[in-house]
């Protein structure tokens, strides 16, 4: 039996470091959390090489004792709590003792400090937990700590380091959101030599999140504030309904001051915009929920991100009450912007329109016309595109020119055309795509020879399969349910077809088929957005990848992001929800397969350019689709859904009864 035996202090150093220290974020979080507990009203956090090469903590607080310098990096050395009875009822950030300590056992450090009573301070230096340097120095009152060459010495925990961008941008959010828990202090964050934030430190919420988090998710926000049952007091901001997220990363909680993952609390607002926010969209917010200390506890995980509280239910309560008697109250709507009606004939068409939205089906096969035809195509489009729009591919989606009134009941045919008037073009239709539809037999319409005599009338309508791999029977569309499902018959059969996923599927594969060689628009107004740092790093890591799609971005500084083009399909105006999307799926897929990479971005691509489920679409659109589906060319979207279900006739039957 292996003998048992006291490990060194050294080793249990560092494995108490790899909970405590995970990256450069956490020695962030830690030291600038006693910088806080230190009473500081300015706080200035510096990095290199995304905080792996160097980190700079420095503040204005009280400062540490001279005589207690090295004892504060002792494990379980702490000047915030004194007996167990101080467990009960946390007030400060930090507690454990053990920060200092972890930090120091896997770096370089230096230390210099000076309290407001004294006439020098002290500086030291540390390597591997163990002080090599001592001596007085002079400086201003406060605490400056340096972190360098984090894990040196821990070579298992340094090769799990990600990107020196995804590391800074870490350390970034980290920052943004302690300036977010404590708007009464400054907080200047410097990435390389350049400054990236600054907070005025007015004690003011909305000046912090402006600063932070950008002006046009600070202008979507409206103040909320409640209280509850036990003292329980809620204070901060939410998003309006009509600017919510594409992700939860726009969710900030805070519990007496500290940054906590509360899924209580995020249940709670969530549940106060049911029904009021679209459908894939998240509530952003800031909220500070205020309880009693010994309410909650906080000693629940090394990282103190996660809290457990006394009465969960008076929680959600609190937040929800608060939250939704702000949306009741609030009166203010999206504004309508009304562009000027048209003048121009609907039937008028250049031939180099005609041209473009009669693509054939062996184009389509082939991923799409040429490319130069495309560019001709688009600039005979020109001004007829749709206010506000600058797609091309809207115009095949049924929201360019205005060619057919469909304001008729859908998939009725008319009695009698008149034969002399010339059928306008038609909107999104290849010439040979059309599915066949049924036509009732007409017996002894032939001769055995297939001879039709003059007695016998016009002939029947052949079925209509030019290309391969049609349907081998005719077929139907009977209808739209909800606006989203096409209704196909098919001898004894029915389908019930989603047209926005086997319409982003067919999109899908254009692409792919393409090779993807968008026009790109440049526009005339850059689009200035201020995504999270994580997303912000993940979209310029991969902006020749993006730039291969059409997307043109840059960093703005103050971790904002700048774009100067997109592709053509994509309105100038969703440009920053389409990278916002593009981005939060970088993030969650992690993939790093560049081929998984590139597929990835060309499914989220192919569903903004889909028509989507509610949106009203003409016949022709839909039997479009459904001539795809059926022909077996679309069976699942690029996100793995299924396109269509069948059900049989005899199924049909079974469920009324009938057989």
Not at 234 to 241: I, K, R, Y
Not at 554 to 569: L, Q, T
């Amino acid at each position: 039996m292996p003998h048992i035996q006291v490990l060194d202090s050294h080793v249990a150093d560092l494995i108490a470091a790899g909970e405590v220290v995970e990256r450069p974020a956490s020695v962030v979080k830690e030291l600038v959390e006693n910088a806080i507990d230190a009473g500081s009203h300015a706080v200035t956090v510096e990095i290199q090489r995304g905080g792996m090469a160097y980190i700079r903590v420095t503040d204005d607080g009280c400062g540490i004792n001279s005589a207690d310098a090295e004892t504060a990096f002792l494990r379980h050395a702490t000047s915030k709590i004194r007996s167990e009875y101080d467990l009960e009822a946390i007030g400060t950030l930090g507690f454990r003792g053990e920060a200092l300590a972890a930090i120091s056992s896997v770096s370089r450090m230096e230390l210099l400090t000076r309290t407001a009573g004294s006439d020098f301070g002290v500086a030291l230096k540390l390597e591997g937990g163990v002080v090599t340097s001592r001596q007085e120095a002079g400086g201003p009152q406060g605490t400056t700590m340096v972190v360098r060459d984090l894990f040196y010495n821990t070579p298992a925990r340094l090769k799990y380091m990600k990107k020196d961008a995804a590391e800074g941008a870490a350390v970034f959010a980290a920052v943004q959101r302690e300036a977010l828990a404590h708007p009464e202090v400054s907080f200047q964050f410097l990435r390389d030599g350049k400054q990236d934030l600054l907070t005025p430190g007015d004690s003011q919420l909305r000046s912090a999140v402006y600063a932070v988090l950008g002006r046009d998710l600070a202008l979507g926000l409206t103040p909320v504030q409640g209280s509850g049952e036990d003292g329980i007091r809620v204070e901060g901001f939410a998003s309006l309904p009509a600017c919510c997220r594409g992700s939860r990363n726009y969710q900030f909680f805070f519990v007496n001051g500290r940054f906590i993952k509360s899924r209580t609390m995020m249940a709670a607002l969530e549940e106060a915009y049911k029904n009021q926010h679209m459908v894939g969209k998240f509530p952003a917010c800031v909220l500070h929920l205020t309880v009693r200390p010994n309410s909650v506890d906080v000693n629940v995980h090394p990282t103190k991100t996660e809290v457990k509280f006394v009465s969960e239910r008076r929680v959600f309560d609190s937040v929800y009450h608060a939250v939704k008697g702000t949306l009741e109250g609030e009166v203010r709507r999206p504004l309508a912007v009304l562009s000027a009606p048209r003048t121009a004939p609907h039937d008028t068409v250049t031939p180099n329109q005609t041209a473009f939205l009669r693509m054939t089906a062996e184009e389509y096969r082939r991923g799409g016309p040429p490319a130069s035809s495309r560019r001709e195509a688009a600039l005979a489009v020109g001004s007829r595109r749709v206010p506000g729009s600058t797609r091309v591919d809207r115009i095949e989606q049924g929201g360019g020119l205005p060619l057919h009134d469909f304001t008729r009941p859908q998939f009725q045919k008319p009695e009698a055309p008149p034969p002399q008037e010339e059928a306008p073009p038609s909107v999104l239709v290849p010439e040979e795509a059309p599915p066949a539809r049924e036509v009732p037999a007409a017996p002894d319409a032939q001769d055995k020879g297939g001879a039709q005599t003059p007695e016998e009338g016009p002939p029947a309508e052949p079925e209509r399969s030019p290309e391969e791999g049609s349907a081998p029977e005719p077929w139907t569309v009977r209808g739209e349910l909800f606006q989203t499902y096409i209704l196909v018959e098919q001898g004894e059969r029915c389908f019930f077809i989603d047209k926005h996923a086997a319409h982003e599927r067919m999109n899908f594969d254009r692409l792919k088929a393409q090779g993807y060689t968008p026009m790109v628009q440049a526009l005339l107004a850059p689009v200035v957005f201020t995504p999270t740092p994580e997303e912000a790093a993940s979209l310029l890591q991969n902006r020749e990848l993006l730039a291969r799609f059409g997307f043109d971005c840059e960093d703005f500084g103050g971790g904002a992001v700048i774009v100067r083009a997109c592709p053509d399909y994509v309105d100038a105006g969703e440009a920053e929800a389409t990278l916002l999307e593009l981005a939060a799926g970088l993030l969650e897929e992690r993939r790093t397969d560049p081929q998984g990479v590139r597929d990835h971005l060309m499914a989220t691509m192919a569903c903004k350019a889909a028509i989507k489920g509610g949106q009203r679409n003409g016949p022709a659109e839909l039997e479009r689709v459904a001539a795809a589906v059926l022909a077996g060319e679309v069976q699942y979207c690029p996100h793995g859904r299924p396109v269509a279900v069948e059900l049989t006739r005899g199924q049909l039957e079974k469920l009324f009864k009938r057989a």
